[in-house]
């Protein structure tokens, strides 16, 4: 048992007459704003993701170069004894 379409129009009829037609479209506006904004701030979330995975290989490599070489175990011996 479903809406028809003949509720839906009395809905509608009734939801005007409480709100007014220049409060729907204001409220539509908002709502399509909303939409639009969260949809920009999703693309900007994606390039920045994009951006650091692209990255991230990078950093890898300058990681492993920038780290100091542990010494060997007769070096160790050679400094304590000094």
Request: aromatic share 4%; proline share 2%; no cysteine.
């Amino acid at each position: 048992m479903g809406i028809s379409w003949q509720q839906l129009l009395i809905l509608l009829v009734i939801v005007l007459l409480i709100f007014g037609t220049k409060r729907l479209r204001n409220l539509g506006g908002d709502l399509g704003g909303a939409i639009k904004g969260f949809k920009k701030a999703m693309k900007e979330e994606d390039k920045k993701d994009e951006d650091s995975e692209d990255k991230e290989p990078e950093l890898l490599e300058k990681d492993e170069t920038s780290k100091p070489q542990q010494k060997t175990s007769s070096e160790e011996k050679q400094s304590q004894d000094k």
